[in-house]
Nanobody, 118 residues
Framework: QVQLVESGGGLVQPGGSLRLSCATS????????LTWYRQAPGKERELVAS??????NYADSVKGRFTISRDYAKNTVNLRMNNLEPEDTAVYYC?????????????WGQGTQVTVSS
């Protein structure tokens, strides 16, 4: 059974930091691209940061502030968020994706709320 469980969200003041974690199980973690998405009220879901086996990718809005990492021993993917802004307020989702010659595998967590407010 595939599971992705996010944690670490909460309320933080502007300029503060949070660390999100996504614990995964039920699939071959090392083969997948792991991505953090977010969705703010009234807006479409957007990519925040992704990490493959050798490379990372960030949305322009978070470059220099957020860092994505993956722990192969624990099968987790983390998102360190520094210098948070009110515009970062959203539900953050963890995603695992793999495309093979035969099929796509696309798994999602339930999301964790991040609220940046004074």
């Amino acid at each position: 059974q595939v599971q992705l469980v996010e944690s670490g969200g909460g309320l933080v003041q502007p300029g503060g930091s949070l660390r999100l974690s996504c614990a995964t199980s039920g699939f071959t973690f090392s083969r997948y691209t792991l991505t953090w998405y977010r969705q703010a009220p009234g807006k479409e879901r957007e990519l925040v940061a992704s990490i493959g086996t050798v490379s990372t990718n960030y949305a322009d809005s978070v470059k220099g502030r957020f860092t994505i990492s993956r722990d192969y021993a624990k099968n987790t993917v983390n998102l360190r968020m520094n210098n948070l802004e009110p515009e970062d307020t959203a539900v953050y989702y963890c995603n695992a994706f793999l495309r093979t010659s035969l099929k796509e595998y696309d798994y999602w967590g339930q999301g964790t709320q991040v609220t940046v407010s004074s």
